[in-house]
């Protein structure tokens, strides 16, 4: 009934069709799912609400759910873990009392090696239950397969993933009525979903691992089983059917956007994962997680023409297809990997040719992409993660070898540096992105080359005059060394027309200043900002390390929080980034920090001398081998643009200082550093809740909700109690608050004098000292408005 009412020409049938769905049926009931499916492609937006609403399971409240002891009920979906710690899908066929009263044990219904069942007998500790709400991932997948609206492939056009046809027990040989088939609109709905269900089985067999990294192991697992058996039928159950999903959505999309953005998004899910896995693992798990990757390299051909030449293929699309098949290719022996590399290399355009049209433009975007990412996958030292491949790979001639590789990569990435002067702005973005995705797998492979002597030598660019928006007061000198140097670079950048395209050798200097060259690009600086971030991660103490860090760093001048932002992730990212290769040679001098005379914002070390800051500032900057950069990246934004008298300094300052402390709370790399400077972070932080601008205020009082993910609870507790104080004091905060310098008794007495009232100067010493008070209350509300109410609760009395 419900099936037929998913076709009715009354929208109300169909509403009601998937309201019957949600209240009746259970959430892993697997019809139901596909009818939900098929509302998921309504031309109503109601329906199309309701069917998505109604097809995962509904998301446990916070705080809600129970432990990992309580008692299991028959027909649970459970994982076991067995003595030798391995781990299998399982469902409890039958709950035992205990005749004298103590926990019930269970007898389960395990997958065996073929598919089949064995019943084993278990306590409760070695059973973890799976997520409530989702279906057995094979039966979702092979029930999908059998009623999308997509045919069948030959082996040309990526067939390679498909199911044997009538394969016993798959969806097309099953026939027969049942739920209805799902038009292409749906079809990228239905493979997220089975996505989840199979990544809901993964995180419970692997739950040691990252949820993106444990579905692709899952899935590799599943068809190095299927691949052993020789594709007998139930042996990695609804693995070969995904691929070949994946596949008809890949090569026969019939023009939908959609569906094709949702096939390149789980491929790359899914072969990333496995990869990423691989690389972590022992050779032997290596190869058995190679199966996923090596499908993608059986299809390298149309998986290449279709993120090269779709149409139908967005920006992000694109990206992503193209990061899939770099992965994949980790798989190919190593001669057919140098001659994909190759290959792609030949695609790239000339610098000097323009492109024609939108299909020639996506092209040489593609390619530029693919071209980076293959040369940051592709590591010669490294093995395949395919054991075809190692076989192929020992046998190989020399010609074939690393060397050949190693060359194939330094030809890549010279082109790609090349290509950051090319006229088109979006196969320069391709090409930055490209470069950075390079360095960020380690150093680039191309020669040094000669850069800035300031920069060798860690010391600052020539200093320039400027002034800044400070009631007209002339901003720190230092505001423009990291500007001077990307001026420096942008010199043939901006004679692109003419020599500057000329033939070079590319260097890694010369890529550096290319990218600095950027920096002044509205449209561009974006990718160029974070791929030289990604250059230092990959290689932080390079020679090319400070004229990169002087340019990130020479970007707080711009009034744009967004781009702020992105900055901020790029310092995250070089600053948490250990050395690559080990080295016990010092690495060379960073770039000075300059304290301002007197900061701009108290309770940040006001207190202290400045010959006391500037020790401080010296002690940052000292370096020894394997370190990392973090220290000195604090140490500049807490003691010189964070106190700086510039309001878009100060900006700039707590945008980076917030994506800082996003990142180390996110990756547990920099929670160490960050607890040990937590109180000067704090009393920055704090200080710039008093700051006039209120893009600054709530950047800060953001840094603070992150600080607090960093710490423990006797610092969280601390922060609040402060938070809680600022509120309801009634003393100015500091020179920030009122967007400059407050000003002096005798100012304000000129200021009374000039207009003829003299008496006008208490009226104005008010005025200042109550705006500073207001715009310290506005920025504490904010940083209190990121805490929970059960962290507030004893202080509302107060408050």
Known sequence: LLAASTADRAPQARLAA??????????????????????????????????????????????????????????????????????????????????????????????????????????????????????PFAEVVRAILGRVALTRLDHAAGGVWEVPLLDPGSAEAEGGEGPPSLPTQATGEALRYALDCLRAEAVALLPGEPPETAVGSRLAVMLRASDAAGGVPGVGAGARELMALLGRSLFAHHGDRELLAAAASSLHTLVTGAVDAASKAQVAEAAALGALPRRVAEAEEPLKNVALSSSFASDSTQRLLCEALAAGAKALPRARATALLRSVVGMLPSLDAGCSGPSEAKRAVGASLLAGFLTARLDPAASSVSADAMEVDSGSEAGDGPAALEAARTAAAAKLGALLKHRTPHVTVAAAAAVGAVGAAGPLPLPVGVGAAEAEEGGDAPDAAAKEGNGGQAAPKEGTEATST?????????????????????????????????????????????????????????????????????????????????????????????PRQASSAPPPALPRIKPPEAPAVTGTGADATLAERTADAATACELAAGDTLLRYV??????????????????????????????????????????????????????????????????????????????????????????????????????????????????????????GQPALVYKLMECAASSAVWNTRKGVAFALAEQSRDALEPHLPSL
């Open 18 to 135: 998937m309201a019957w769905a949600a209240t009746v049926f259970s959430r892993d009931d697997v019809p139901t799912r596909l009818v939900c499916l098929a509302g998921a492609a309504d031309e109503r937006p109601e329906v199309r609400e309701a069917a998505l609403a109604a097809l995962r399971p509904v998301p446990p409240t916070k705080g809600g759910g129970s432990g990992g002891d309580e008692a299991l009920a028959a027909g649970t979906r459970v994982a076991h873990e067995g003595s030798d710690g391995v781990r299998r899908l399982g469902v409890v066929a039958q709950v035992h009392a205990d005749a004298g009263g103590g926990p019930p044990y269970y007898t389960v219904a395990l997958e065996g090696a073929e598919g089949s069942l064995s019943e084993r007998s278990t306590e409760r500790g070695r059973l973890s239950s799976l997520s409530a709400g989702w279906p």
């Open 634 to 755: 604090l140490g500049r934004v807490l003691l010189q643009h964070v106190v700086a008298w510039a309001p878009l300094e100060r900006q700039a300052g707590a945008a980076w200082l917030l994506a800082l402390l996003r990142q180390a709370a996110k990756s547990g790399g920099g929670e160490l550093a960050v607890r040990t400077a937590a109180g000067r972070i704090q009393a920055a932080l704090v200080g710039l809740l008093a700051d006039s601008n209120e893009a600054t205020q709530e950047l800060a009082s953001k840094g603070l909700s992150a600080l607090f993910d960093c710490c423990d609870e006797a610092s969280r507790a601390t922060i609040l109690q402060e938070l809680v104080a600022g509120l309801q004091s009634s003393r100015a905060a500091n020179a920030s608050a009122s967007g400059g310098e407050m000003a002096t008794y005798k100012e304000l007495s000129e200021i009374a004098t000039s207009v």
């Open 486 to 578: 990307a001026t420096a670079a942008t010199t043939e950048g901006d004679n692109d027309e003419a020599a500057g395209r000329s033939e070079e050798e590319m260097t890694k200097h010369s890529v550096v200043a290319h990218l600095a060259s950027l920096l002044r690009r509205e449209k561009v600086r974006t990718t160029a900002v974070r791929a030289l971030g990604q250059l230092v991660a990959g290689d932080p103490h390079a020679p090319f390390r400070n004229a990169a860090l002087l340019a990130i760093l020479g970007m707080h001048t711009v009034k744009d929080v967004e781009l702020q932002l992105v900055v901020g992730d790029a310092l995250a990212t070089l600053a948490m980034s250990p």
